[in-house]
């Protein structure tokens, strides 16, 4: 119980609160990330003490499969200067010279 609430609130400090984490995020991140932060929260407000270990995990993993890959993307957008809702850089561009890499070692034998 207090390992959900202290991720809960970690998530609302950290990545909800005013600070650069915020800033990261597209206006549907942010809405997405609260929505699932105020239903974890009203969630334990309705469970109280009576809620079992599994129904914490279970919950926790709920929260989990929504905020995780937000924070992900908030971390690669820091990596690449990327703003919030711009489309990360393309793959293709390391699929082409993986091939190129390989017609060249194709050559070589």
Do not use: C
Not at 47 to 71: C, F, G, H, Y
Not at 82 to 96: C, H, I, N, R, T
């Amino acid at each position: 119980r207090a390992a959900l609430r202290s991720y809960v609130a970690s998530l609302r400090s950290s990545v909800l609160g005013d600070g650069r984490a915020k800033a990261q995020l597209s206006e549907d991140e942010v809405a997405a990330l609260r929505a699932a932060v105020e239903a974890t929260e009203a969630w334990l407000q309705r469970a109280r003490k009576s809620s079992t270990a599994d129904e914490m995990r279970e919950q926790r993993q709920q929260l989990e499969e929504v905020a995780n890959p937000i924070i992900q993307e908030m971390y690669s957008r820091r990596r690449s200067r990327k703003p919030p809702g711009e489309a990360p850089e393309s793959s293709s561009q390391d699929a082409d010279e993986e091939d190129e890499s390989d017609e060249m070692y194709d050559e070589d034998l």
